[in-house]
């Protein structure tokens, strides 16, 4: 089954960038979507097909695909960024939803 | 007010049954696909299951095919997850979401449920 990996943790001073990745056999041929799921709190869509974001959330959220990683950036990290970040995608060979096991972004 | 809202999670021993309910209010359900996904104590998101927006279509991980089953209620705009054959494993939080278009296929998760706890003890 297709399987997604992401790093377990990543850090960044207010005001810098965030950058996760998620990796996967030929990702680039598929849409990521990203949710942001604070502590305590249900997940929350934060880019959906590879880079667009819902509205509602920060232009600071910016996602790209290709070849056999996604990436999501938090431009100008603030505090309440703080939260566990899950890629998500549709594998069409299983018939499953699969998501990335999850990056904490810890804020400085 | 735009939510979705679990309910039906408890205490349940081991082997038995339990069965989850996912109703909408400020939104509707009726034409989109809706899923089910859970979440172990302190571990990541596990999609379970999805059924599309005339119940015709149902997807399911291959871990819980057979035990749980997905339905809907298009007259009630509820959608419900039936879970037998419960076991310690089962022990998580219960996520519904509603799928971005009408079949639960490659689309993201734009409204989720703040979820239902089920505890399954030995």
């Known amino acids: 089954s297709f399987v997604l990996t992401q790093p377990p943790s990543v850090s960044a001073a207010p005001g810098k960038t965030a950058m996760m990745t998620c990796g996967g056999n030929?990702?680039?041929?598929?849409?990521v979507h990203w949710y942001q799921q604070r502590p305590g709190q249900a997940p929350v869509l934060v880019i959906y097909?590879?880079?667009d974001r819902p509205s509602g959330i920060p232009e600071r959220f910016s996602g790209s695909n290709s070849g056999n990683t996604a990436t999501l950036t938090i431009s100008g990290v603030e505090a309440g960024d703080e939260a566990d970040y899950y890629c998500?995608?549709?594998?069409?060979?299983?018939?499953?939803?699969?998501f990335g096991s999850g990056t904490k972004v810890t804020v400085l | 007010q735009v939510q979705l809202v679990e309910s039906g999670g408890g205490v349940v021993q081991t082997g038995k049954s339990l069965r989850l309910s996912c109703a909408a209010s400020?939104?509707?359900?009726?034409?989109?696909?809706i899923h089910w996904v859970r979440q172990a104590p302190g571990k990541g998101l596990e999609w379970l299951a999805a059924?599309?927006?005339?119940?015709?279509?149902?997807y399911y991980r291959d871990s819980v095919r057979g035990r749980f089953t997905i339905s809907r209620d298009k007259s009630k705009n509820t959608v419900s997850l039936q879970m037998n054959s419960l076991t310690t494993d089962d022990t998580s939080i219960y996520y519904c979401?509603?799928?971005?278009?009408?079949?639960?296929?490659?689309?993201?998760?734009?409204?989720w449920g703040q979820g239902t706890l089920v505890t399954v003890s030995s």
């Open positions: 059924i599309s927006f005339d119940g015709i279509k149902k």
């Open positions: 979401a509603r799928g971005s278009d009408s079949v639960p296929v490659a689309t993201a998760f734009d409204y």
């Open positions: 998500q995608v549709w594998d069409s060979s299983s018939d499953h939803y699969v």
């Open positions: 400020g939104l509707t359900l009726s034409n989109y696909g």
């Open positions: 030929n990702v680039g041929t598929k849409s």
């Open positions: 097909n590879d880079s």
